[in-house]
């Protein structure tokens, strides 16, 4: 069994910041936490960054320059660190995680039907 749990949604004025958190717990051997995704109401479920356990990025274009996605994989963890928050960033977010082998250091999943886990959300609202 394995448990995402996001932290750090909230309500936060146009131009302000907010930091997410993922944590994974449970059986999380080769479980790898790469992918943040947001879903506002009456839209579909968008990718807004995604981290390798390598390193290597890539970000939504409406949030590149203001989002940054980062990881500690000694604690199992992943952060995006969201800036110049505007209205149209409001969301629930919700982290995801896939079995990966460790040898696949810089493979990011092409597709959200890659994930296998996936967080509660949280919800991030930018009020104008």
């Known amino acids: 069994q394995v448990q995402l749990v996001e932290f750090g949604g909230g309500l936060v004025q146009t131009g302000g910041s907010l930091r997410l958190s993922c944590a994974a717990s449970g059986r999380t051997f080769n479980i790898n936490l790469i992918g943040w995704y947001r879903q506002a109401p009456g839209k579909q479920r968008e990718l807004v960054a995604a981290i390798s356990r390598g390193g290597t990025t890539n970000y939504a274009d409406s949030v590149k320059g203001r989002f940054v996605i980062s990881r500690d994989n000694a604690l199992n963890t992943m952060y995006l660190q969201m800036n110049s928050l505007k209205p149209e960033d409001t969301a629930v977010y919700y982290c995801?995680?896939?079995?990966?082998?460790?040898?696949?250091?810089?493979?990011?999943?092409?597709?959200?039907?890659?994930?296998?886990?996936w967080g509660q959300g949280t919800q991030v609202t930018v009020s104008s």
């Open positions: 995801a995680a896939v079995t990966l082998d460790y040898s696949r250091i810089y493979y990011i999943p092409k597709s959200e039907t890659e994930y296998s886990y």
